[in-house]
C-alpha cells in the first residue's frame, strides 16, 4: 500500500543566467555582483544533478524556466517602442530594472509554491499555492507564469488543485517550499507540515530581523495552510531565528533540512528550538517510527559556515533500504570543518548514511544550491500517472535537453549583454522549442500574439 513517492521537479537554468546582485540579504548573490556567469555551464550543471538521481530511481521532473528579459514587464514600468528599443531605453535608464527582469531566478524552484501532498487536504487533491515572491521585484513576477507551468505539469483537476499566488504585498510575503517541510512515516500517509516564517506582519510584539528583510510572514503561512484544507493538527508554524536572518539565512532552508521523519538542522535555525520539537512531537503523535531530530551544534559548525557552504540546503532523500542520502554542493566538501562534522554524522546512528557531492557553482554563485533547485511533490501511483509525462528525466529526456542547452545558450553573460536583442530572440527561439519538448502548450506571453 505505501508506494508514493517523492518526486523533485527542478528548476532547469534560464538562458539569461546572470549574476546582478538582486537578493539583499542572500550573501552569495551580493558577493558575485556584476561577475560573469555562463549560463551553459549552469543548466549543464542542473541537469547533470536531474540525471542522476533519476539513475537513483528517483522520480525526477523538468520545470521549464520563464521568458527572460520579459519585456510585458518593461512595458508596464513605461518603456516604449519596439523591443529593442524598449530594452536600449532600460539599459540606459534603469540597468538595474533590466538586470531584474532579465533574472533567470526561475531556476530556484523550492520558491516556486508550496505543496502539501493529498495524504494531508481535505479533498485528497495535491495542493499548488505559487509563492508571490513578494520581497524581491526580479522574483515577484514569477508567479503567474510559474502557475501556468505548475498546470502544464499536473494538468488533471481531479487529482491537483491550482490555487493563485497570496496578494502581492509584504504582509502576506510567501517564499514557497524554502520555508516548508513535510514530515510523514511514509509519503502517502499523513504528514506533518512545518511552516517557518521570518516575522509576523501583525503582531510587531514578535521579534524580527534588523538587518536583513524577513522574505516570508507567519500570516502567509497560515493563509496556504488554510487554502490547502490542512487539518490544523497537522500543521505546525515556526519562527525563524531572526539572528539567522541577519547571519545570511534568506530562508530556512538554508539552515534546515526535513524528510521523512528526519528533520536534520541548525542549533540557531529556529528562535525556540525546544517549542519547534514539542510541537513536532506533538503534531507527529503516536506512530510506529520515531520522529529523529539531528541538530547541529553551533560550535561544531557555525552559521556562517553554514552559509557559506549550504551544508543544510541539501536533497536528504530516503533510499529503498530506508537509509537516506544527502545530497550536497561542492562547497560543503571545500569546508573542512563542514566536511569533518559530515564524516563524524554519517558513522552514527541516524538514518543518514550517505552523502553525494554535485557541482552546482554556477547557481551556488547566485545562493542557490541542491535544495533550492527542486520542488518537491509527493505522490501516489494515480497521481504520478497523471503528470505530463514529458516532463520527466529519463536518459532520453537528458540527452535532448542537453542538444538543445548546447544550441541555444551562452558560455558568457555580463550585465551589457542583457539588452542585446539577439538574446531576447534566442531565448524566444530556445523556450519555444522547449514548450514542444516538454509538452507545455503555448505558456509563454510571447507565443501568445
Ligand atoms: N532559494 C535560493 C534563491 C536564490 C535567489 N537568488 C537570486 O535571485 C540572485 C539573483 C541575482 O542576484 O542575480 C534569491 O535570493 O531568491
Known amino acids: 500500500m505505501h508506494s508514493a513517492i517523492e518526486a523533485n521537479f527542478d528548476g532547469l537554468v534560464g538562458p539569461t543566467h546572470n549574476y546582478s546582485g538582486l537578493s539583499f540579504g542572500n550573501v552569495a548573490s551580493e558577493n558575485n555582483s556584476a561577475n560573469p556567469s555562463n549560463p551553459k555551464a549552469a543548466a549543464k550543471q542542473g541537469l547533470v544533478k536531474m540525471k542522476a538521481l533519476a539513475d537513483l530511481g528517483f522520480v525526477q521532473g523538468v520545470l521549464a524556466p520563464h521568458e527572460r528579459p520579459h519585456l510585458p514587464t518593461l512595458r508596464a514600468l513605461g518603456f516604449t517602442g519596439s523591443d529593442q528599443q524598449v530594452l536600449a531605453q532600460a539599459l540606459k535608464q534603469a540597468p538595474k530594472v ?12 523550492a520558491n516556486a509554491a508550496t505543496v502539501s501532498p493529498s495524504a494531508d487536504t481535505l479533498d485528497g487533491r495535491v495542493h499548488f499555492t505559487p509563492a508571490n515572491l513578494v520581497n524581491k521585484f526580479h522574483r515577484s513576477i514569477e508567479h503567474p507564469v510559474t502557475g501556468r507551468i505548475l498546470q502544464a505539469t499536473f494538468p488533471d483537476p481531479e487529482r491537483f488543485a491550482h490555487h493563485a499566488a497570496l496578494p502581492s504585498v509584504d504582509h502576506f510575503g510567501d517564499e514557497g517550499a524554502a520555508n516548508h517541510t513535510r514530515f510523514c512515516s511514509d509519503y502517502g500517509s499523513q504528514g506533518v507540515e512545518l511552516f517557518v516564517y521570518g516575522m509576523s506582519a501583525f503582531n510587531t510584539s514578535l521579534p524580527r530581523p534588523q538587518r536583513y528583510p524577513a522574505r516570508h510572514t507567519l500570516e502567509a503561512s497560515q493563509a496556504v495552510a488554510r487554502k490547502h484544507d490542512l487539518s490544523p493538527e497537522h500543521a505546525v508554524f515556526v519562527q525563524q531565528n531572526p539572528e539567522a536572518i541577519d547571519a545570511g539565512v534568506f530562508h530556512n532552508d538554508v ?4 524528510n521523512g521523519n528526519v528533520h536534520f538542522y541548525h542549533e540557531k535555525a529556529f528562535l525556540d528550538t525546544a517549542q519547534m520539537r514539542a510541537d513536532l512531537l506533538r503534531s507527529w503523535g503516536e506512530r510506529d517510527t520515531p520522529l529523529h531530530f539531528v541538530e547541529v551544534p553551533d560550535a561544531v559548525v557555525s552559521v556562517s559556515d553554514c552559509v557559506q557552504s549550504y551544508l543544510f540546503n541539501s536533497q536528504l532523500l530516503s533510499r529503498a533500504n530506508g537509509d537516506m542520502t544527502l545530497i550536497v554542493p561542492g562547497e560543503v566538501q571545500q569546508n573542512e ?24 557553482k554556477q547557481s551556488m554563485s547566485n545562493g542557490g544550491g541542491p535544495a533550492c533547485l527542486r520542488l518537491r511533490v509527493a505522490l501516489t501511483p494515480s497521481e504520478l500517472a497523471a503528470v505530463n509525462p514529458a516532463t520527466l528525466m529519463n536518459e532520453q529526456l537528458f540527452d535532448t535537453l542537453n542538444q538543445w542547452v548546447e544550441k541555444h545558450y551562452r558560455d558568457r553573460l555580463v550585465e551589457a549583454d542583457l539588452a542585446d536583442p539577439n538574446l531576447l530572440q534566442e531565448s524566444r527561439q530556445a523556450l519555444d522549442e522547449l514548450t514542444q519538448i516538454l509538452q507545455l502548450g503555448s505558456l509563454y506571453d510571447f507565443q501568445q500574439i
Open 255 to 258: 539552515i534546515a533540512v526535513g
Open 337 to 360: 570543518r563542514v566536511w569533518s562534522y559530515l564524516q563524524e554524522l554519517l558513522a552514527q546512528n541516524t538514518p543518514i548514511q550517505d552523502v553525494q557531492v554535485f557541482d552546482l
Open 98 to 109: 533590466l538586470a531584474a527582469v532579465s533574472s533567470a531566478s526561475c531556476m530556484w524552484t
